[in-house]
Structure formats: structure tokens, C-alpha cells
């Protein structure tokens, strides 16, 4: 599903970011990259829907060349790569059922579509009762859950989260998880880079650990450290 | 790709509302330059059919009498044709004498009525080589006493002095024009951009979901399309009132001389609207396309 060929990252000044970086994730694997801050994570999940141009290397995803895609190609990329992350990007003008309707509407899906996905995944991750609120009602668990809702709404086949519980205290993030776990079980390649020990430790998943833009790990039911 | 009209709608309208201020700004410049631009288009053609007659260096013109033969005919043709101060002298027959003749007294029926086809001299528009005013007065006198020739019309002053007025004044106000064009142009690319940054976080989640960039854009695009096309249509509706003015001020001003045969027809004013919208379009399309481009990249 995901195939990484010696991909380097270098940002001006010479900044190595990621470093002859290897690795293949399979369908419907759950993949926690981890390292300490500034060891490349963010980069590497930027690398995966083409925010970021790899400096050297070859990216597939589903198969694809990442790196050869014409660029109008793009969106129909990322169509199938859901995203999440650590600050939620939900719209503050616009209310929980909006935000999720949002993501299908700006890709053109029929309004039918919109009205019977959106209430779907709402029920899916327990929000159905706060659909009306705007997210500056809502906790901080409650807002990544609408920003979960709204990157698995289009059901993509790849879920990049970057820190996705990195704001939020450990009971509320054992919930995100939870929920994370649900949406691989669908089949969905789930990709999170975390720092949060005790949830790598207790999910007990694939682990990719990068230390100054290296993979010094690969394991599978792999723990934090 | 499929767009939802709804959506295209829903945001173009909330583009123009909330920035309610840049907007109005916006469309008064393109309605000022392009109300300008129209007037100039006006006053040129007012003055171009004033002056058609003596368009493209013809400095006088020859008329013989109406029941000339056609030997008589040629013998006055020769004669322009081989006098070596004259560089052309093409002739106007029957036919065309009398169109012109329709055009200038349009409106006036009692005048078109009475007059017909063969009841008017024809001529030959001359274009002499030196156009000093000595040697034209010099060959017009001439012509005047030559047998056959019913009357000879030079250039005069009054027309020499139309044209130039007129060519300053348009040029001068095609320069102010250009200006506020290019001030307006601008007025719309940072209404569109200061949009596009007030909005930047949903058009962050649009690329991150998968929006392709046309959809991105669209909304912008109409924006600055109907702030173009409001001001053009302003423009356009001043290009009316502006004709109204000027019929006035010829109908008031009948006998004055440098305003005789200034005339604003009909196909004038469509001219004239038919550039104002032209303009607008352009103008506004091309300010949002660039406005838009910046945004293009990831
Ligand atoms: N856009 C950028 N421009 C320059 N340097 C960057 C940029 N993004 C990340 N970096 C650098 O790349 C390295 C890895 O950053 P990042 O991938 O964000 O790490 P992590 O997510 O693991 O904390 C850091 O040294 C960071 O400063
Ligand atoms: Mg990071």
C-alpha cells in the first residue's frame, strides 16, 4: 500500500529531515512511526500525500508513483488519504455536521451521498447528538473526533495521523484510539506518528522509530522503547 | 468534474458580502475607468463621422454638376488626375453620395423624403501632395472656376481644429483611462487575495481533503467576474446617459459650426458598450486568474 525507496528529505540549509529512508506498509496494517521531536515523523507523513516533494527516493502509494503523478492528479490522491491532526484544522464557523459535509462537498459528491455518509460517520464516532454544535463547544477529544469523521468520511484507504492525541490527556486519548483501532479494522491502512509511550506500549502494533531523519527500527507488535 | 452549483453559489456570495468594503471599492474604479473608456469610444466615433468625409488626407473635395455627361465627367477626372499637386482624387458616385447623404441627415425625414437618388452632385475627394493651407487654397481656387464643377468644400479650419481637439482630448482621456484600468485591475486582484487569506484555513482542509484546484478557484474567479461585470454594467448604463447628454448639447448648439455634423449613432453606442464589457471581462478575469495562481502550488 505504501512503499518507501530510499527517500532523503533535506530542507534548506541543510536540514536532513529524513535519511535514505526504506520501508513497506501493507494494506490494512496500523503503523505508529515514532522518535522524538524533530526526528523526521511530521515529514514523513507530509512526504505520503504529497504536501512535501521527497529530495531523493521513489514514494508508491497504491501502487503509484508518487513522484511521477501530474499535478491535477494530486487531489484524486488524496481523495483516498485521510488526514488528522494534532490541532484537529476543524472550521470554527462551521458547525460539527458541517465540517464533515465540508470534506465531501469540495470533491463534488452528490448531495444524497453528503446526507447519508455524514450522519453514518457521526454515529460512528459517538457525536451524533452535538451534530448542531460548533467546535469551540466541544472538548478537545470531541473536536479530533469530528476531525477523524471527517478524514474517514470519503472511506479512504490510507489514514495518516500525525500526533493525533498529542493535546489531549491519556482517558481521552485511550477513546481516540479506540476509535483509530475501529477504522483499521475496516480494512484501512492506519499511519501515526506519536510520542505518547503507554499507547504504543498497550496497542502493541507495528513500529517505525526514527532518530534524526533515520529508521533505526522496524518491528512488528513492536513497543515504544 | 462535478461542481456543485449550490456550493459555487453559497461561497461566491459569502466572498462578496463579507468583504463588502474592498468589493464596493472594486467595482466603483472598474465602473469609473470603464465609464471613461466608453465616453472616449463615443466622442471618437461623434467626431470620426463628423470628419469622415475628409478622412485619410483628403484636404478638399470637388463636386460637379448634377447633369454632367460622361465625357464632361472624365474631363474632370483627367484633369485631377494629371495636375501633379494632387496625390489621389478617388471619385463618389451616385450611389455612395446618396448613402452618405442618408447617414448624415438620419432623422430628418422631410429631408429624406424630398431628396433623391440623382439630385445630388457627385464628386471626387481629393488628396493633394503639399497640404500646406497656401497650396490647397491655391488648387481649390482652381477647381472653383474649372467648367462643370458645381462647388468646391475644402478642409476648413473648423475641421482641422475638430480633429485635433478631438484627437487630444481622447488621447488624454485614453491615458487617464489606462490608468484607473490597471488601478482596477489591481483593486480586484487583492480584493480576491485579501478573500482568499481571510479564507485561507478551509482552503487549506479543500487541497488536504482533495478538492482539485479549479473548484478551489472557481468561487474566487466569479467574484472578481461579477465585480468586473457590475462595474461594466454601470459603465454601461453611463455610455447611455453620456449619448443623451452629447444629443442634447448638439440639438442646443444646431448652427454652431464645430458641432455641425458631429452625430452619435446607434451602432456607436453598441460599440461603445460592446468595449466597456469587453474590457470588464478581461480585466476581471485576468486579475482573478492571477490572484488565484499563487494558490495553485500544493
Ligand atoms: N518546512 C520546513 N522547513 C525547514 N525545515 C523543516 C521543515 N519542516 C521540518 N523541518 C525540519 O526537519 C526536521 C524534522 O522535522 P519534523 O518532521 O517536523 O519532526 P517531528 O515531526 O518528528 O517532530 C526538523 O529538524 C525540522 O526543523
Ligand atoms: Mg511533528
Known amino acids: 500500500m505504501i512503499k518507501l525507496e530510499n527517500v532523503s528529505k533535506v530542507f534548506k540549509g541543510d536540514v536532513v529531515a529524513l535519511r535514505e529512508a526504506n520501508c513497506d506498509i501493507n494494506k490494512g496494517e496500523f503503523v505508529f512511526l515514532v522518535g522524538p521531536s524533530g526526528s523526521g515523523k511530521s515529514t514523513m507523513i507530509r512526504l505520503l500525500n504529497k504536501q512535501e516533494e521527497p529530495s531523493t527516493g521513489a514514494i508508491y502509494v497504491a501502487g503509484k508513483h508518487i513522484g511521477q503523478l501530474n499535478s491535477w492528479k494530486v487531489p484524486y490522491l488524496r481523495r483516498n488519504i485521510g488526514c488528522v491532526f494534532q490541532d484537529y484544522k ?24 453528503v446526507k447519508t455518509q455524514v450522519p453514518a460517520i457521526l ?14 463547544e466541544l472538548s478537545g477529544g470531541e473536536q479530533q473526533r469530528v476531525s ?13 495521523a500525525d500526533e493525533p492525541t498529542g493535546n489531549l490527556d491519556p482517558a481521552t486519548s485511550v477513546g481516540i484510539m479506540r476509535l483509530l483501532d475501529r ?8 499511519v501515526m506518528a506519536t510520542h505518547d509511550r503507554s499507547i504504543v506500549d498497550t496497542m502493541r502494533r507495528r513500529v517505525i522509530e526514527l532518530d534524526r531523519g533515520s529508521i533505526i527500527r522496524d518491528q512488528a507488535r513492536g513497543v515504544y522503547e | 468534474m462535478a461542481i456543485n452549483g449550490n456550493y459555487v453559489l453559497r461561497e461566491t456570495t459569502a466572498n462578496l458580502t463579507r468583504n463588502i468594503t474592498l468589493t464596493v471599492a472594486s467595482v466603483l474604479t472598474v465602473f469609473v475607468s470603464l465609464a471613461i473608456l466608453g465616453s472616449t469610444v463615443l466622442v471618437r466615433q461623434g467626431a470620426q463621422n463628423a470628419t469622415r468625409q475628409f478622412e485619410g488626407g483628403v484636404e478638399f473635395i470637388v463636386y460637379v454638376d448634377a447633369d454632367i455627361t460622361p465625357s464632361e465627367l472624365a474631363a474632370v477626372k483627367a484633369s485631377l488626375e494629371d495636375n501633379p499637386g494632387v496625390l489621389r482624387a478617388p471619385y463618389v458616385d451616385a450611389e455612395a453620395t446618396y448613402k452618405e447623404f442618408r447617414r448624415l441627415f438620419k432623422g ?14 457627385t464628386s471626387f475627394r481629393v488628396e493633394p501632395k503639399d497640404k500646406s493651407v497656401e497650396s490647397v487654397q491655391e488648387l481649390v481656387a482652381y477647381y472653383q472656376k474649372r467648367p462643370n464643377v458645381y462647388y468646391v468644400s475644402a478642409a476648413t479650419e473648423v475641421i482641422r481644429e475638430m480633429k485635433a481637439i478631438t484627437t487630444f482630448f481622447n488621447n488624454g482621456l485614453s491615458v487617464f483611462a489606462v490608468f484607473l484600468l490597471v488601478a482596477s485591475a489591481l483593486l480586484i486582484l487583492n480584493t480576491i487575495r485579501t478573500a482568499m487569506f481571510a479564507r485561507r484555513r478551509e482552503i487549506e482542509v479543500m487541497k488536504l481533503v482533495g478538492a482539485t484546484n479549479w ?25 447611455f446617459l453620456a449619448k443623451g447628454w452629447l444629443d442634447d448639447l448638439l440639438n442646443r448648439s444646431k448652427g454652431l459650426n464645430l458641432l455641425q455634423n458631429f452625430s452619435i449613432e446607434s451602432s456607436d453606442v453598441t460599440l461603445a458598450c460592446l468595449v466597456v464589457v469587453g474590457v470588464a471581462i478581461t480585466l476581471s478575469v485576468v486579475s482573478s486568474a492571477l490572484a488565484t495562481r499563487r494558490f495553485l502550488d500544493v
Open chain 1, 148 to 160: 477523524i469523521a471527517r478524514a474517514f468520511v470519503n472511506r479512504p484507504l490510507i489514514l495518516l
Open chain 2, 108 to 121: 430628418q425625414e422631410t429631408m429624406l423624403e424630398n431628396v433623391r437618388k440623382g439630385d445630388l452632385p
Open chain 1, 183 to 190: 477504522i483499521n479494522r475496516t480494512g484501512t491502512t492506519v
Open chain 2, 215 to 239: 473548484f478551489i478557484r472557481i468561487p474566487f474567479m466569479l467574484e472578481g467576474l461579477i465585480q468586473g461585470l457590475i462595474g461594466g454594467v454601470l459603465a454601461v448604463g453611463f455610455v
Open chain 1, 123 to 136: 454515529e460512528l464516532v459517538g457525536l451524533s447528538k452535538k451534530h448542531k454544535n460548533y467546535p469551540d
Open chain 1, 90 to 113: 476543524l472550521l470554527s464557523n462551521k458547525t460539527v455536521y458541517e465540517n464533515v459535509a465540508f470534506a465531501l462537498e469540495v470533491i463534488g459528491r452528490p448531495r444524497h451521498v
